[in-house]
């Protein structure tokens, strides 16, 4: 009886123990990182508020307000709004290196043409809108995937030891509800050409055996022509470049808690 009490005893004491190492080692491994962001507006944060510098960036961001919370060894954003694959290529892997343990990439919407296809949709018809998206989808598929391998070629090559965190893009609209603006076959055709740029970032991710961030189910309920408080901007005249971009909410509603599980 005693040594089955004193055997329990110690079980539970080392269940403690590895709970307790388990629990603390992800805060441990965060303050040890090497955080680097990579991307476009989406990771720079346009449209989260102070944004500053040529490439829009904000604390309010993702990347940032993992920073703030984690407080990493090293943290670095060269992530800029308008981005595209070749210009992370060319102005943003620079900055890792073989000791960064940590890297973000959001990344591809520019590159098939995300600014265009959405000014084609408010300024132009439901057909013109549907053919713009139609002929973005394309090269989703055709040409995307080439262009990803090379941006996470470059990241393996240059940060050998980090951990890699793909995270994509928002569906915009809460489809089925009454909404003003574009019509309802626009939308619809807009958010398929989303769905289809995620997956094909999500495939990419696992060819490299990179993370996926997937932060579409976080903003249900917060989309636009949703019901609920909105965690992306609409059409924006006054501030035309942040329309369709995540709002501060988005960021830290949306984006941030995403990031922070899939990261670790």
Known sequence: MRRSRLATLA??????????????NPAQAAAGDRYVALGDSYA??????SESGSCKRSPNAYPALWAAANAPASFTSVACSGATTSDVI??????????????SVTVGGNDVGFSSIMTTCVLQGT??????????????????PGLLDNVYNGIRSKAPNARVVVVDYPVFYQLGTVCVGLSAESRAKINEGINLLDGVL??????????????RSSFVGHQLCSYGSKWLHALNIVDINI??????AG????YYPVFRSTAG
């Open 11 to 24: 079980a539970t004491s080392l269940t403690a123990i590895v709970a307790t190492f388990t629990l603390a």
């Open 44 to 49: 720079a944060g346009l449209g989260a508020g």
């Open 90 to 103: 060319n102005s943003q892997l620079s900055a890792l290196s073989s000791s960064t343990t940590l890297v």
């Open 127 to 144: 057909t013109e809108c549907v053919n713009a998206v139609q002929v973005a989808e394309n090269k989703v598929q055709s040409t995307l």
């Open 202 to 215: 999500s495939q990419a991710a696992s060819r490299h055996g990179f993370r996926f961030a997937d932060v």
């Open 243 to 248: 329309s369709y971009h995540p709002t501060s």
């Open 251 to 254: 960021q830290s509603g949306g």
